[in-house]
């Protein structure tokens, strides 16, 4: 089995308003490893991102990941799913993306790009979806994510007329970039 540790420590130092001078001392742990821990460098020990962690007032917690069911949730198996079930069918697909991505923080789950066959619309708006999930949690984005996928016409996705002003003003940049328009709780889960 393999094991990710998300610790997200330039976010919480920020919260704390600590510097990393000042939370290198509070933790009792070299600048060194404070920037290793916050780069995701080096080899943090539990020990070291616990006492970090402690020092923000929070707890490290450890994702174990099984491969086998990382693939299911993949962004080609999503895109296949969609292209198996049709396009309408992009909805429950995208979300159980974004569900499995929240849950086990795992880039596996976004590191390659859907199909070359799958729909442009489709891959414009998993692309902006992955890199917003991936700013989220402040790791890079897929380089496959990047890459502009931009629409010729602006995509509002709730298709809903009178929500395409709140659309604009709300969707994040990284939609945006690609003339998508969502809600702000778009990847917002129940």
């Avoid at 990941?65 to 049709?86: H, L, M, N, Q």
């Avoid at 931009?150 to 003003?169: D, M, Q, R, T």
Wanted: proline share 5%; hydrophobic share 45%; glycine share 4%.
């Amino acid at each position: 089995m393999k094991y990710h540790i998300l610790f997200p420590i330039k976010k919480l130092r920020e919260l704390k308003r600590l510097s990393e001078r000042a939370l290198a001392e509070a933790a009792d742990l070299s600048r060194g490893c404070i920037r290793n821990i916050k780069a995701g460098t080096g080899n943090s020990t539990v020990e070291s991102l616990s006492a970090a962690a402690q020092a923000l007032g929070k707890e490290v917690e450890i994702i174990v990941s099984d491969p086998i069911s990382i693939s299911d949730f993949s962004t080609v198996a999503t895109a296949y799913k969609v292209e198996r079930d049709g396009f309408e069918s992009w909805k429950i697909h995208f979300m159980d993306l974004v569900d499995a991505f929240n849950r086990t923080l795992d880039v596996r789950l976004v590191i390659m790009p859907p199909p070359k066959s799958f729909d442009k619309k489709l891959a414009a708006l998993m692309a902006s979806l992955v890199r917003y999930l991936c700013e989220q949690v402040e790791i890079s984005a897929p380089k496959w994510s990047v890459k502009r996928y931009y629409l010729p016409n602006p995509w509002f996705v709730s298709g809903v007329e009178s929500l395409k002003a709140s659309a604009i003003l709300e969707s994040p940049t990284p939609f945006r970039n690609n003339n998508i328009f969502v809600l702000n709780n778009f990847a917002a889960r129940a």
